[in-house]
């Protein structure tokens, strides 16, 4: 039995294909106390029984300090619950104190949210703009603590050239993660994407 709940809400970083400015305010960014977080999540198991959590944050984390302290504060008062983040984990807000943490609480799984596999795309289009050279990496530390890995890509931007794309194709498979998901990428209205494409005449 799982449940899911927010720890935080919004994300500083708008990248041009993201609705979370449109929800959680422009760069807005608000979190909650860890003690706040406990108590929900002591209610959730002791008067529903709920066995596993899964946050779903815009951006869990945004605050590295912050999750270092939550991830300890799960490990010593829930150690008998699993935790999870589906919508995927910022790649440059991760380190291996950090991956050592979340196996310690728990965590039976990191969502790696790497959007491009070309350095271009990352650099101009998403503004959290991934360093992909630190990704084997962090991979490695991750399933050398047991936990499993997945990776979230997408493909199809405006102007994208074949190549670009293939580098996205080439690290999704050539990573050692036990999952990966490639999707297209969808001009959500009111997000710049879609203004682009409205501008370019590019939807049908």
Not at 174 to 188: A, E, G, H, K, Q
């Amino acid at each position: 039995k799982f449940s899911v709940m927010v720890s935080t809400r919004g994300c500083p970083w708008t990248c041009y294909f993201c609705t979370s400015p449109l929800m959680g305010g422009y760069k807005g960014y608000r979190k909650r106390t860890n003690e706040d977080v406990a108590e929900e999540i002591h209610w959730l198991v002791d008067s529903l029984g709920v066995e596993e959590i899964q946050f779903l944050d815009d951006n869990f984390f945004v605050s590295v300090p912050r999750v270092k302290s939550l991830l300890k504060v799960l490990a010593q008062e829930f150690s008998g619950i699993t935790f999870s983040v589906p919508a995927g984990t910022e790649v440059n807000s991760l380190d291996n104190e950090t991956i050592d943490l979340l196996a310690e609480a728990n965590f039976h799984k990191v969502t790696l949210a790497i959007e491009a596999g070309d350095q271009e795309i990352q650099s101009e289009l998403i503004d959290k703009n991934v360093n992909l050279d630190r990704v084997p990496d962090l991979v490695n530390h991750i399933r050398s603590r047991g936990m499993t890995t997945q990776a979230l890509f997408m493909i199809g931007f405006p102007d994208e050239t074949r190549e670009q794309i293939e580098r996205t194709v080439d690290m999704a498979l050539n990573l050692d993660v036990d999952d990966f998901y490639i999707s297209l990428c969808t001009p959500l209205p009111g997000t710049p994407l879609y203004d682009q494409c409205v501008e370019r005449d590019l939807l049908f």
